[in-house]
Structures are given as structure tokens and as C-alpha cells.
């Protein structure tokens, strides 16, 4: 990032406050920043559906925990967190919305008191619960993550979109187990808890608050310790119906359990190099808070339901009070309401007009540093420009010097070799006219035994025909001889026989 964005960035800081985004896209696999709140950096699959949404809950520029919120039923899916100290009583928190979620054009990028969200959000509540929604219910808001269970009490659990419908029985119990849980078992066998992830979830029924937002049928934790060599991974569950407790579950156990049937840890939290004797023990610890609960609702059935509330009660987040009031508070409350809408409407215009002003000073101050970076980019870049053509220009003399004598050395050696084959093929002539001179002798006087053979053998040939033909006449006038000479001898045999 150039200086004049980083000037721009901290101008923009110390106008409006921090402004990062807590939405995550869904075109992102996780939940940005943070998947630190992960075991191994990866959420757990095969819950998130079309009408979720990734919120990496953050508070005074920090990352604080991540919720899957369901716009759908409006409640969160689940929230994952790392264990931390849990946090001591405070004052009275106001809830959070989360803007984006119905208006992404909304300019309030983190959560938001809901009563400045009221003015500044389009549609505020189209797609997430309002504190409107639980007045006049038997359903109070309770959270998914537990302030007793955080380090940011006030602040970062107290969002709408971490609640979702409970009971105050239920909420009591709910948050009371927890705590005992965390404090008894689950940190002290996870190392102090620097390396314990947990998710906490809400799985909605058919019931409806107001018919907008889903009343839990149960509520689930499930924990993982990735402590090496001594990890182990624990379920819960506790349902809402009356006189259940807190049940203990193995984790594949609790996927079953939970729609679709998720995976909640990548590789089951090394389930194969899991410690069964630190399970062991934490089932011990959960065996008594089961059984500490049994006495707890055993002596609030002695009690009148109009009786005052338990200690665990004091692990709750306080309510604003809406019933019990009298006539006269609430005619008070009648002619008040007109004068605290009007300062209510003048302090929404005064904090608007101071809004643009310091918007507007924001988009000057943006607009001046953006000319003064593009002039003194574009001075920059030609001047980079022009010395990096020069330096291209001189670095390309060599080059072109070299390539040029390389075309001359070739063209000579091209002149030479045609220069040498043309004297060659001239040369060629003479010397085969005397090569086939000289040899001429030596063929001719080899030739000569032939040549005497050939004649030899004539000769003999000739001296052969005239032997054949002399033996053959003298034998055929032989043969005429004795054939006439044995007619003549027949015939004066013949005839000397007759006379006799």
C-alpha cells in the first residue's frame, strides 16, 4: 500500500471509527480472520445451507468469536469460540444487530446498537431478530455463547444474531451447566483451555416466536482439546423441555443428532491419539453438576413460580423489566414517550448532519490525497518511463553491433565455401583424366594373363574340333567300308550255298 493510502486509511480511522467488515463472502471457504476459532482452521461441514450467514463477530477491532446465523429461522446455527477466563458481573449491555445482513449497502460494517441501526438500515429485521420480537414473550433472549463463558462481557456476545429464544428456566439451567462444565472440567483437563475449541449451537423447532423467530428444541456444545498428547473431544446436549438436564454425548454421537449429520472437527479432533483417561474424568466432573442440577430443581419445585429467582441467576445478563408496571407508569410512560421521540429525533439528526460532515470532510480529504498520489503517480511513472527507454536503447547498441558483425562473418564464410567448391569441381577434371591415365598400364598388364588364357584356351578349343572332326570321318568311312563289305559277304554266301 502506497503512503498516501495509508495517510487516507488513518484519516478515515480517526473520522469514523473502525469500519472492517464482519460478514464473510460466500464466496470464501471459511470465515476469514476468523477461522483461528477452528480446531485446525476449518469449520465444520455440512451445515451451512443457502440461508446462512458467516459473521466473524468483532468488537473494538478485534476478532472475538464466529457465528453461522440462519436469516431463515433467525437464530445462529452455531458459534465457535476458544476458551477463555470467564468474566466477572457488569452493567447492563445493549444488544447488537447485525446491519449488513438486511441492508449490505448499510455504511455500519460492524455490529450496532440496534437503536442507531433503526434509522441508518433499510428493512432492519427482514432477515434477523429484534429485540421487538421478544417483548410480551414467555421466551427471553438467550445466547448461544454464553457471556458467563467470555472475557468481553457487555460487548461482544450481546448480539442479536448470538441469541435465540429460551425459556428463563431453561436459560438459567443452560448457562449455570456451562459454566460449571468449563470451570470444573473442560478447561482444568485442557491445559488452562490455551488449546480447547468449542462450537455452540441451537437446532430449531416448529414453535415460533411472534411467527418470525425459531424456539430452540435443543442446544449442543461440543468441545475439542488439541492439546498434543492429551486431546480428547466431548458432546452436550440439553434440551428444552422442563426437568431435562444436561446430557453428555461422544461427538459423532451429537452429529447424528444435529441435521444433516455433520462433520463438527476435522478428523474428529485426532480421534485416534485421543486421552480416554482425561474423558474420564470429565465425566466424573459432568456426573455431578447432573447431580447438583437434580437438587437444584428439586427445591425450585418446592418454590412458588411467583418466588424469587436462584442463585444461578446471577450468571444471567439482565432483562429490562416489561411487566408489572401500574396504570400510572404506564400513563407516565405514555406522555413521556412524544418528548423522549423528539430528543430521540433531534439526536438522530444532530449525530446524522455530523455523520455527512464528517463524511463529506472524508471524501474531500480522499478526493485531494487521490489527485495528489495520481499526479505525482503519473510524474513518477513517466519519468520511470523515459529512463527506461534510454536504458533500453543504449543497453540495445551492443547487441545490435554484435548481431551485425555476426551477419558480415557469416556472409563471408558463405563467399569462401562457394569459393572453395567451385575450385574443387575445377580442380575435379584434371585429376581423374590423370588418375585413369596412370591406371591404364596396370589394367592393360593385368589384362595380359587373361588375354593369353583366353587365347590358350581358343587354341585349344580349335585343335579339340579338328581331332573330333578327323576321328568322326575316318570313323564314318570305316563304317561305310564294313557295311559294304558285309553286303558283299552275305551275298557270296548266299550263293555258295546253292550250288552246293
Known sequence: MRPARWLALGSLLALAGLLEGRLVGEEEAGFGECDRFFYAGTPPAGLAAEAHVKICQRFEGAE??????????????????????????????RWLVEPQIDDPTSHLEEASDEADAVTSVNSLGSQQALSTDYLDSDDQRGQVYPVSL??????????????????????????RDLRSLMERALTPQCGGGADLYILAGAVPSRRKVKDRVAIPAFVWLAACCAAPGAGWAMGFVQHARDGDIIEDVMVPELEKLLPSSPR??????????QDTERMKKILEVVNQVQDEERTVQTKEDA??????????SALLPPEPAEEGRGLLGKLMGLLATPVTKLFQLLYYVAVGVLKNIMYVLWFVTKQVCNGIESCLYRLGSATISYFLAIGEELASIPWKVLKVMVKIIRAILRILCCLLKAVCRVLGIPVRVLVDVATFPMHTIGAVPLVCKDIAMGLGGTLSLLFDA??????????????????????????NSGEL
Open 150 to 175: 467470555s472475557d468481553d462481557f457487555q460487548v461482544a456476545t450481546f448480539a442479536l444474531t448470538n441469541a435465540a429464544p429460551m425459556a428463563p428456566s431453561f436459560r438459567e439451567r443452560w448457562y
Open 303 to 312: 418454590r412458588s413460580l411467583s418466588g424469587p429467582q436462584s442463585q444461578g
Open 264 to 273: 463438527l472437527f476435522q478428523d474428529n479432533c485426532g480421534e485416534a491419539q
Open 64 to 93: 472475538r468469536f464466529a457465528t453461522l446465523y440462519s436469516r431463515w429461522d433467525r437464530i445462529p446455527v452455531y458459534s465457535a469460540f476458544r476458551a477463555a477466563r470467564p468474566a466477572a458481573a457488569g452493567a447492563e449491555p
Open 470 to 495: 578327323a576321328f568322326g570321318t575316318v570313323g564314318s568311312l570305316f563304317q561305310v567300308i564294313f557295311s559294304i563289305c558285309k553286303r558283299i559277304g552275305y551275298r557270296v554266301t548266299f550263293d
